[in-house]
């Protein structure tokens, strides 16, 4: 392991289909009035709603609500819940939801004692905390950000055709508890299933193709990629496989929650061009990875050869013998690509909107990290954006 670090995370799991039964313990902790956040609804017609309702209402809680936080939350949806949030004196945000209803709960609760423009202050300056952070707990019912156990939170600004994600360093941004219940994710859409598995191999991928040294932490990146390939076809042929979606909610915690990235540098890149097509289209997130992927890692495979040809024996099976290193690699990616096919994920940015004409916007709207095999310029964005087209 190379590089000195910290690695601390204070968030509390409760994992299993009793988990809900836990919310009480931790209402405890924290003041009378309570903020409930969700999203357009789901939670009202599968009875999550009613079970947290019923929850707070017996440890005799002041409940205020904030529904309706979309899919890539919006700036001035923020706004709006930052105004409620602090006319209710909130104690705590209960966020109940997927990604974008728990990133949207944190971007509140460092926004509501703070003076300056949320927007500018955390996603365009990408500056600190410096006002009283209000806590955060959640109920996941949507599987993929790993949003439940980091500090992360994505924004985005319709009008500046920008979606921006600020991994903020403050230990107090990240949820102080999270219920994982696998029952509750089992009503989602295909379409929303699939693209949070592809999101979940997308955070592991952007942390394993990095780095020349022997690292312990890519090793786990390995198993969780395995498990996960292995779980998300049993669950695509059967959705209900209770033992195959634990599996993926799991290892979407694991995913993105700071551990696999200890010791390394990460490439983003795949995060990055995403994001610039999610601004630009208000795509389902994992699917605006799903339809870059393939055109970004064949164009830096002979960056990090070496690293690529390791995914393909160890992640893929492919068998080396009499090959080239450019062959296996080129297998892995192949096999990779076999996986996302069988999924039903989306494979071409023109599918969710893009179009030639939109190319220069995206260029524009995609921020350039360092970290990975190769440093992408603008011209090789424009060129991998054109091969997702
Ligand atoms: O709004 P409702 O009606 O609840 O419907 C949601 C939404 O339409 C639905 N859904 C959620 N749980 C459901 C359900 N439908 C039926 N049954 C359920 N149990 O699913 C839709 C998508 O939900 P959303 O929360 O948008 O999905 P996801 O969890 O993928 O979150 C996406 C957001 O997270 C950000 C993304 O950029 C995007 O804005 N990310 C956050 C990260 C982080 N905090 O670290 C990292 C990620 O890479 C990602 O960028
Ligand atoms: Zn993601």
């Given at each position: 392991m190379l590089g000195n670090f910290k690695y601390c995370n204070p968030t509390k799991l409760y994992f299993g289909d009793e988990s809900l039964n836990y919310l009480s313990d931790e209402l405890k902790n924290y003041g009378k009035n309570i903020v409930l956040i969700y999203g357009g609804g789901s939670i009202k017609k599968n009875g999550i709603y009613d079970e947290v309702i019923n929850i707070l209402k017996k440890n005799n809680k002041n409940i205020t609500e904030i529904s309706g936080v979309m899919p890539n939350p919006t700036v001035e949806k923020l706004y709006e819940g930052i105004e409620i949030a602090r006319s209710a004196n909130a104690d705590l945000l209960l966020a109940v939801g997927g990604g974008s209803v728990i990133d949207y709960a944190k971007a509140v609760a460092v926004s509501i004692y703070c003076n300056e423009d949320p927007w500018d202050k955390y996603f365009i300056k990408f500056d600190e905390p410096d006002c009283k952070i209000v806590p955060v707990g959640c109920v996941l019912t949507m599987v993929g950000t790993g949003s439940e156990m980091n500090a992360g939170s994505v924004i985005t600004n319709p009008k500046q055709k920008l979606k921006i994600g600020h991994v903020f360093q403050s230990e107090e941004v990240m949820p102080r508890f999270a219920i994982l219940n696998p029952i509750y994710t089992l009503t989602l859409p295909e379409y929303q299933?699939?693209?949070?598995?592809?999101?979940?191999?997308?955070?592991?991928?952007?942390?394993?193709?990095?780095?020349?040294?022997?690292?312990?932490?890519?090793?786990?990146?390995?198993?969780?990629?395995?498990?996960?390939?292995?779980?998300?076809?049993?669950?695509?042929?059967?959705?209900?496989?209770?033992?195959?979606?634990?599996?993926?909610?799991?290892?979407?915690?694991?995913?993105?929650?700071?551990?696999?990235?200890?010791?390394?540098?990460?490439?983003?890149?795949?995060h990055m061009l995403g994001q610039a097509v999610g601004a630009i289209t208000n795509a389902t997130h994992g699917m605006t990875l799903s339809a870059v992927s393939l055109p970004y890692y064949r164009y830096i495979m002979k960056y990090g050869l070496n690293k690529f040809v390791r995914f393909a024996k160890n992640v893929w099976n492919i068998d080396d013998t009499n090959k080239s290193k450019e062959e296996v690699a080129t297998e892995g990616l192949n096999a990779m690509e076999a996986w996302m096919n069988e999924l039903g994920l989306i494979m071409n940015i023109s599918k969710l909107g893009a179009t030639k004409e939109m190319i220069e916007d995206l260029v524009n709207a995609t921020i350039i990290l360092e970290g990975g095999y190769k440093l992408l310029n603008k011209e090789e964005i424009k060129e991998i954006f054109i091969k997702s087209l």
């Open positions: 299933m699939v693209a949070g598995i592809y999101d979940i191999f997308s955070h592991i991928c952007e942390q394993y193709f990095s780095g020349e040294d022997d690292n312990t932490s890519d090793y786990i990146s390995e198993g969780l990629m395995r498990s996960l390939i292995h779980s998300s076809l049993i669950a695509k042929k059967n959705p209900n496989d209770y033992e195959a979606r634990s599996n993926i909610m799991w290892t979407a915690t694991w995913a993105l929650n700071t551990l696999i990235a200890k010791g390394k540098s990460t490439d983003w890149m795949v």
